[in-house]
């Protein structure tokens, strides 16, 4: 079966923009997870879905960040007066119900902030 | 806090045997998983452990031992597509993973 979808696959923006991250989970999985990398770094924690709502959103830096899941399927990533720190690979991940389940990734969206 | 270590970098012959350690302290415990990650692709998964012990999964085995906070990834008859970052991660809350830095492997002909 398909496995888990992000667009776009890239990303450059300048400075200031806003910018909207989408990720499209594995049929039927109910949680939904985001993470950023930097390079040479291991994924960090963003945020996580259970349905429809945002059960943990400490991960997020600040509040020019912002997640939702309206239907308890497609993610959108949001971010605000995008900052060249942002620049990173953000990457999605869905599992079929959250507790210690294998969360399965996607190819991730390359962030690139001029 | 939540911190977990593994050696940067490694470097390995093909049909060999390599093991790559990962330490952790964190503030809960649910599960410790190995990914596998080539450079520019998504993490795969490739083992998880919560009881102490060896699992078995082909040419790759991983183990754990909760008490030490320790575990390693054992990849058998290394072959050059094995070469990529191997990246442990801790379940400390039962959902979100904490990830190590990763480990790049070489495996040379």
């Known amino acids: 079966g398909a496995g888990v979808s992000q667009t776009p696959s890239n990303k450059v923006t300048e400075k200031g923009k806003y910018v909207e991250l989408r990720c499209d989970p594995i049929s039927g999985h109910t949680a939904l997870y985001w993470y950023r990398q930097s390079l040479g770094q291991g994924p960090e924690f963003l945020i996580y879905f259970q349905g429809t709502g945002a059960a943990d959103d400490s991960g997020l830096p600040n509040d020019r960040f912002f997640a939702v899941r309206p239907e308890g399927s497609v993610s959108t990533l949001k971010i605000q007066r995008t900052e060249r720190g942002d620049s990173a690979v953000y990457l999605c991940?869905?599992?079929?119900?959250?507790?210690?389940?294998?969360?399965?990734f996607g190819p991730g969206t390359r962030l690139t902030v001029l | 806090g939540q911190n977990i270590d593994q050696p940067t970098e490694m470097t390995a012959t093909e049909g060999a045997i390599v093991q790559i350690n990962c330490t952790y302290q964190?503030?809960?415990?649910?599960?410790l998983f190995w990914y596998q990650q080539h450079a520019g692709e998504a993490p795969t998964f490739l083992s998880y452990n919560v009881l102490d012990g060896l699992e078995e999964k082909g040419r790759f085995s991983s183990f754990l031992s909760r008490s030490k906070g320790y575990s390693y990834l054992l990849l058998k008859e290394l072959q050059m597509k094995d070469s990529a970052s191997y990246l442990c991660?801790?379940?400390?809350?039962?959902?979100?993973?904490?990830f190590g830095k990763g480990t790049s492997l070489l495996v040379t002909p």
């Open positions: 991660a801790v379940s400390s809350s039962g959902y979100a993973l904490n």
């Open positions: 964190t503030s809960g415990f649910n599960g």
């Open positions: 991940a869905s599992s079929p119900s959250g507790i210690t389940d294998t969360q399965y």
